[in-house]
């Protein structure tokens, strides 16, 4: 199975309509999307798996009933409708299959109704009348998550309460469900001829229970009881999941609070800048109104200075001793040499003679001393003016700069805490104890059953013995008694023979994980399949279980599923054209950020993985995991077919003119986010930027 191409129209972020293509090209088999978080990454890897097997809901994302773009759907009227559709191309041993899912929207109370969904698949050109149980003999429901899985969420394989998903990987993969479906074919004729001896018996009179007849009637029963204990494992499982997801929010809760008091220390942050901008803007028109003019008058002062200067040298203006400085001396007996005189004498006549001398002009020429004087005071009034001026006009900008940085952090982490916020505590510690509660009560029950079934398997095995004694005469008896234990026989031989071959693939597969685990990391550990099935990691010469890291949880799930492919694939090329084998022959993988936080080192070793885990690997990943391909291009590129970016078309931008959202490719910068009216996502071939 490999995919060609996938179609979205109207598809929630990506309005109109959008293609990607995904086809190997040259034998170059890796596709890359990058994208910002909440743009519509995610919801390509939804839209895949919603197109092959449908449903109300839609997989891996939030506001799971949302599948209409949103500036779409407020266009509508009330009970206006619009048809989304989701189309995808794909390859399976020669057959080209055009899949083509479409769902009607309506606008309900400003929510979006479902009124009608079609399904159309198409097999060379030829359309299908079962469409979707031809989609499932490529890809059951059931192997979905195997190949198409958010990149933190496929550490579940590790998880060693998840045993039965590694096993039923094994069965599905490697086609041993179809052995297994054989053998409930052979159980189910058993039962009719059990039946058909049981009728024979009832008309010949005999009012005994036969003993193939009670075998029948255990053996039914043992069933249920397998059927109850495997239903308990899974609803202890989920138990197990509600259990962990509820401690997850209870963690979110106390996040939550730490976010509320960034909240609010933010707040008080904006308010403080926006008091000191409005502190500075009152300076700054302040000192407008009362220097600006003289700033401005600076030149007019210097001439008119330079004009007084001037006049008075050539004599039309004044200059000369003050009459008020004379009359100052005189009251004082100081004569204008520093000697000291008494009235009458010749100093004194000499001053009462400079005034009379002086002319009445002196006014004037205080006047103009004193303008003199100001104009000298302010000849640098401008350059100050300017500079504190400029200085205020910094700080201003500054302070808004800042302040709209921190009402976009705030912005940010407004809906960071609208998005996130978890139920109440009080109800999640509550239902954890329920949960908990139940949890131990299916194991108790689980534990009665398995009682019960050792009884049922002892009881089992009295009759048998009971069975090979009797004898009778009756010729059709003899012959449903053959065909009874013919049955019988065949399940235990091939009940066998399948647990024979899952455990020769167990032992194989785990054999390539611990070899490709120790090529990667090159420690003193092993990765292994236990005989429960379990994913572990043992250390030491005596193998003691260790503990999994998020990283190698992480890396040996990708191994698990990487060796299962691998094993299915060389599988594939032994077939025999003429064999009847449901189901794909190779398989792609869709992982949705696979690198979580891990460090660079990480990130390699899984690159490493991911690359060579499929014939065709999809890849969606943020610009940050990304990193300008400073630690993936390396290992990635000799194998990539297709690069796409995720063009976020947004009335507001998220980011601050100073952090664009931007990613590098061969040197060009390309923005991740444009400013528009409408809000939705494009798909862009980097090749065509």
Known sequence: MILKRLVLNNFRQFKGRTVIDFSPIDGKHVTFVYASNGVGKTTLLSSIVWCLYGGDKLEYIDQKSLFLNKSLFQELSDFGEMTIEATLIFEDREKQYTVKRTIVIQNVDNKQKITDQNLEVQINNETQYNPQDRINS?????????????????????????????????????????????????????????????????????????????????????????????????????????????????????????????????????????????????????????????????????????????????????????????????????????TTFDSGDKHHNKLLNIIESVSDESAIEDILNELSYFIEAKKDITSKYSLEYKTLSDELTNTNEKLNSLEQKFSTLEDNIEDEFPQNEENLISRKKQTINDRDNSIKTKERFSIELEEIEKKLKEIETLINKYETQNEAINLVRDRIAFCSEAVEVLSKENAKIIEQIRCDLSKKINDKFQTILHAQKNAKIDDDFRLIITEGDNENISGKSGGEGQLISLLFISTLIDMARNREKERNTSDIDPGAGIYPIVIDAPYGKFDTVY???????????????????????????????????????????????????????????????????????????????????????
């Open 138 to 338: 490529v890809l059951s429901p059931a192997m979905k998550e195997y190949f198409f899985f958010e990149g933190e969420g496929v550490q579940k394989f590790a998880d060693e309460s998840n045993y039965k998903k590694v096993q039923d990987g094994i069965k599905n993969i490697m086609k041993i469900d179809t052995r297994e479906k054989a053998l409930s074919y052979i159980e189910s004729a058993r039962s009719k001829f059990a039946k058909e001896l049981k009728e024979i018996n009832a008309e010949q009179g005999n009012a005994d229970i036969l003993p193939e007849e009670e075998k029948e009637l255990l053996i039914e029963k043992q069933k249920d009881i397998k059927h109850n204990i495997e239903k308990l494992n899974k609803d202890i499982e989920t138990f197990d999941d509600i259990i962990k997801k509820i401690e997850i929010n209870l963690l979110s809760i106390e996040e939550i609070k730490i976010l509320s008091k960034e909240r609010e220390s933010l707040l008080q942050d904006i308010e403080k800048a926006k008091e000191k901008r409005k502190n500075l803007q009152a300076q700054q028109k302040d000192k407008i109104a009362k220097e600006a003019y003289l700033a401005l008058s600076n030149d007019v002062l210097t001439i008119s200075k330079n004009i007084i200067d001037e006049k008075r040298e050539t004599g039309i203006l004044p200059v000369g001793i003050r009459k008020k400085f004379v009359e100052e001396l005189i009251n004082s007996h100081m004569c204008i040499c520093g």
């Open 603 to 689: 990130k390699q070793y899984i690159s490493e993985v991911v690359r060579d885990m499929a014939p065709q690997v999809i890849i969606l990943l943020t610009q940050e995991q990304w990193n300008d391909g400073k630690d993936l291009y390396p290992i990635f590129k000799d194998d990539i077919a297709h690069q796409y970016v995720l063009i976020a078309h947004r009335p507001k931008l998220s980011h601050s003119f100073s952090k664009t959202n931007r990613i590098n490719y061969n040197g060009q910068s390309i923005d991740m986010e444009i400013l528009d009216d409408d809000e939705y996502t494009e798909i862009k071939n980097m090749k065509d930027i």
